[in-house]
Nanobody, 121 residues
Framework: QVQLVESGGGLVQAGGSLRLSCAASGSIFSINAMGWYRQAPGKQRELVAVITSGGSINYADSVKGRFTISRDNAKNTVYLEMNSLKPEDTAVYYC???????????????WGQGTQVTVSS
Protein backbone atom coordinates (compact mmCIF):
# COMPACT_ATOMS: atom_id res chain seq x y z
CA GLN A 1 0.00 0.00 0.00
CA VAL A 2 1.02 3.55 -0.69
CA GLN A 3 0.03 6.57 1.39
CA LEU A 4 0.37 10.26 0.72
CA VAL A 5 0.14 12.38 3.86
CA GLU A 6 -0.23 16.14 3.55
CA SER A 7 0.37 18.84 6.11
CA GLY A 8 0.65 22.60 6.34
CA GLY A 9 -2.76 23.96 5.40
CA GLY A 10 -4.58 26.56 7.45
CA LEU A 11 -6.04 30.04 7.62
CA VAL A 12 -3.99 33.02 6.51
CA GLN A 13 -4.65 36.65 5.61
CA ALA A 14 -4.30 37.88 2.06
CA GLY A 15 -0.67 38.54 1.26
CA GLY A 16 0.51 35.89 3.68
CA SER A 17 2.36 32.65 3.13
CA LEU A 18 1.90 28.95 3.77
CA ARG A 19 4.01 25.89 3.08
CA LEU A 20 2.43 22.55 2.24
CA SER A 21 4.23 19.23 2.53
CA CYS A 22 3.31 15.80 1.23
CA ALA A 23 5.20 12.63 2.11
CA ALA A 24 4.74 9.37 0.23
CA SER A 25 5.28 6.12 2.09
CA GLY A 26 4.70 2.41 1.66
CA SER A 27 5.68 -0.06 -1.01
CA ILE A 28 7.34 2.32 -3.49
CA PHE A 29 9.78 1.35 -6.22
CA SER A 30 9.97 4.77 -7.86
CA ILE A 31 8.12 8.06 -8.08
CA ASN A 32 7.84 9.97 -11.33
CA ALA A 33 5.86 13.20 -11.13
CA MET A 34 4.64 14.72 -7.88
CA GLY A 35 2.28 17.64 -7.81
CA TRP A 36 -0.41 19.70 -6.18
CA TYR A 37 -3.99 20.18 -7.28
CA ARG A 38 -6.72 22.25 -5.70
CA GLN A 39 -10.49 22.28 -5.66
CA ALA A 40 -12.56 25.26 -4.60
CA PRO A 41 -16.24 24.90 -3.68
CA GLY A 42 -18.37 24.44 -6.78
CA LYS A 43 -15.34 24.18 -9.07
CA GLN A 44 -13.43 21.38 -10.73
CA ARG A 45 -10.12 20.17 -9.39
CA GLU A 46 -7.28 21.99 -11.14
CA LEU A 47 -3.54 21.58 -11.43
CA VAL A 48 -1.51 24.00 -9.34
CA ALA A 49 2.04 22.76 -9.92
CA VAL A 50 3.89 19.59 -10.85
CA ILE A 51 7.53 18.50 -10.67
CA THR A 52 9.04 15.43 -12.31
CA SER A 53 11.75 13.21 -10.87
CA GLY A 54 14.16 14.99 -13.18
CA GLY A 55 13.19 18.39 -11.86
CA SER A 56 11.01 19.70 -14.68
CA ILE A 57 8.33 22.01 -13.33
CA ASN A 58 5.01 23.37 -14.55
CA TYR A 59 2.78 25.89 -12.84
CA ALA A 60 -0.76 27.05 -13.41
CA ASP A 61 -0.71 30.58 -14.80
CA SER A 62 -2.66 31.81 -11.78
CA VAL A 63 0.15 30.91 -9.36
CA LYS A 64 3.27 31.66 -11.41
CA GLY A 65 5.61 33.96 -9.53
CA ARG A 66 3.86 33.34 -6.21
CA PHE A 67 4.09 29.57 -5.61
CA THR A 68 7.18 27.37 -5.68
CA ILE A 69 7.14 23.59 -5.88
CA SER A 70 10.10 21.48 -4.81
CA ARG A 71 10.81 17.91 -3.84
CA ASP A 72 13.19 15.85 -1.76
CA ASN A 73 13.61 12.57 -3.59
CA ALA A 74 15.42 10.95 -0.66
CA LYS A 75 12.38 11.61 1.52
CA ASN A 76 9.73 11.00 -1.17
CA THR A 77 8.35 14.40 -0.24
CA VAL A 78 7.00 17.29 -2.27
CA TYR A 79 6.56 20.84 -1.00
CA LEU A 80 4.52 23.82 -2.11
CA GLU A 81 5.66 27.23 -0.90
CA MET A 82 2.78 29.67 -1.34
CA ASN A 83 3.46 33.39 -1.08
CA SER A 84 1.35 36.50 -1.72
CA LEU A 85 -1.75 34.45 -1.14
CA LYS A 86 -5.06 35.74 -2.44
CA PRO A 87 -8.63 34.93 -1.40
CA GLU A 88 -9.08 33.14 -4.72
CA ASP A 89 -6.40 30.66 -3.64
CA THR A 90 -8.85 29.33 -1.07
CA ALA A 91 -9.42 25.63 -1.77
CA VAL A 92 -8.70 22.11 -0.64
CA TYR A 93 -5.20 21.27 -1.85
CA TYR A 94 -4.46 17.69 -2.86
CA CYS A 95 -1.11 16.05 -3.29
CA UNK A 96 -0.67 13.70 -6.26
CA UNK A 97 2.13 11.30 -7.12
CA UNK A 98 2.67 8.92 -10.02
CA UNK A 99 4.21 5.86 -8.42
CA UNK A 100 5.56 2.47 -9.45
CA UNK A 101 5.31 -0.17 -6.78
CA UNK A 102 7.22 -2.75 -8.85
CA UNK A 103 10.15 -2.32 -11.22
CA UNK A 104 8.34 -3.85 -14.20
CA UNK A 105 4.85 -2.74 -13.29
CA UNK A 106 2.82 0.27 -14.43
CA UNK A 107 2.76 3.68 -12.80
CA UNK A 108 -0.41 4.65 -10.98
CA UNK A 109 -1.73 7.90 -9.59
CA UNK A 110 -2.06 8.23 -5.84
CA TRP A 111 -3.77 11.07 -3.94
CA GLY A 112 -3.52 12.57 -0.51
CA GLN A 113 -6.54 13.25 1.66
CA GLY A 114 -6.47 16.98 1.02
CA THR A 115 -5.64 19.94 3.21
CA GLN A 116 -7.72 23.10 3.50
CA VAL A 117 -6.17 26.44 2.64
CA THR A 118 -8.29 29.49 3.46
CA VAL A 119 -7.17 33.00 2.59
CA SER A 120 -9.13 35.82 4.20
CA SER A 121 -9.42 39.25 2.65
Amino acid sequence: QVQLVESGGGLVQAGGSLRLSCAASGSIFSINAMGWYRQAPGKQRELVAVITSGGSINYADSVKGRFTISRDNAKNTVYLEMNSLKPEDTAVYYCNARIKIRKWGPSSDYWGQGTQVTVSS
